[in-house]
Nanobody, 128 residues
Framework: QVQLVESGGGLVQAGASLRLSCAAS????????MGWFRQAPGKEREFAAG????????YYQDSVKGRFTISRDYAKNTMYLQMNSLKPEDTAVYYC?????????????????????WGQGTQVTVSA
């Protein structure tokens, strides 16, 4: 079973940047498609960004396109989310997820149901 640990959240002002990290416990990191989801107070958890098993494909929610960049480092078993030009509406708990071992290597999974493992979340708060 994969364990995922997020880090890098914090309190920043609008316009600032943060980089979230998601460290996976297993050497089979490359077997999983990965994703970042976020959940704001009183709202459902939503997809933010995803990356394929191969690392060659990525997909973003419209509201973060051009500001967020997802990447993965296979040597470190770690996924990242670089978040630039942060806005107050980006405030949420950010979760990383892993799954999709049966999907083609180039598939980016955007639905929560496609992921099998979840981290505990890291809080991102953006003040106006």
């Amino acid at each position: 079973q994969v364990q995922l640990v997020e880090s890098g959240g914090g309190l920043v002002q609008a316009g600032a940047s943060l980089r979230l990290s998601c460290a996976a416990s297993e050497q089979t990191f490359s077997s999983y498609a990965m994703g970042w989801f976020r959940q704001a107070p009183g709202k459902e958890r939503e997809f933010a960004a995803g990356i394929s098993r191969s690392g060659r494909s990525a997909y973003y929610q419209d509201s973060v396109k051009g500001r967020f960049t997802i990447s993965r480092d296979y040597a470190k078993n770690t996924m990242y989310l670089q978040m630039n030009s942060l806005k107050p509406e980006d405030t949420a708990v950010y979760y990383c997820a892993a799954g999709g071992t049966l999907y083609p290597a180039g598939t980016v999974i955007t639905d929560k149901i496609g992921y099998d493992y979840w981290g505990q979340g890291t809080q991102v708060t953006v003040s106006a």
